[in-house]
Nanobody
Framework: QVQLVESGGGLVQAGGSLRLSCAAS????????MGWFRQAPGKEREFVAHISSSGGATVYANSVKGRFTISRDNAKNTVYLQMNSLKPEDTAVYYC?????????????????WGQGTQVTVSS
C-alpha cells in the first residue's frame, strides 16, 4: 500500500516562502518519479512540478518557473517543494503524487497514487 503524506502548508503573506514536504512509504521511493499538483477552489487540479526518480531532471509549470523548486531526498523517502515569492494566485491545496512513467509526465491521469493534500493560502 503506497502512502503519501504532505505537510508544510499554511498561511503566508505575498512575497513570502513555504516549503512543502511529502513523505512516501509502501513503494521503492528511489525508483519512481514524483510530482506536485495544486487545486484552487472551483478549478481543476493542475500540474506544478515533476522530478525524476534520481532527482536529475525537473520540469515546472510556467506559472511557477523561477519561484518554485522541487527536490527529493531518496534516503529519507521525501520529496520537497520550495515555494518562494508567493502570490495570492498560488493559493490552493497542494498534492504530491507518484508515477510509474519513466518519462516526464504532467497530466493528472499519469499519476497513480496521491497524498491527501496540504492547504497553502497566500494573503495580499
Amino acid at each position: 500500500q503506497v502512502q503519501l503524506v504532505e505537510s508544510g502548508g499554511g498561511l503566508v503573506q505575498a512575497g513570502g516562502s513555504l516549503r512543502l514536504s511529502c513523505a512516501a512509504s509502501g513503494r521503492t521511493f528511489s525508483s519512481y518519479a514524483m510530482g506536485w499538483f495544486r487545486q484552487a477552489p472551483g478549478k481543476e487540479r493542475e500540474f506544478v512540478a515533476h522530478i525524476s526518480s534520481s532527482g536529475g531532471a525537473t520540469v515546472y509549470a510556467n506559472s511557477v518557473k523561477g519561484r518554485f523548486t522541487i527536490s527529493r531526498d531518496n534516503a529519507k523517502n521525501t520529496v520537497y517543494l520550495q515555494m518562494n515569492s508567493l502570490k495570492p494566485e498560488d493559493t490552493a491545496v497542494y498534492y504530491c503524487a507518484t508515477t510509474t512513467f519513466r518519462r516526464v509526465v504532467t497530466q493528472v491521469n499519469d499519476y497513480d497514487y496521491w497524498g491527501q493534500g496540504t492547504q497553502v493560502t497566500v494573503s495580499s
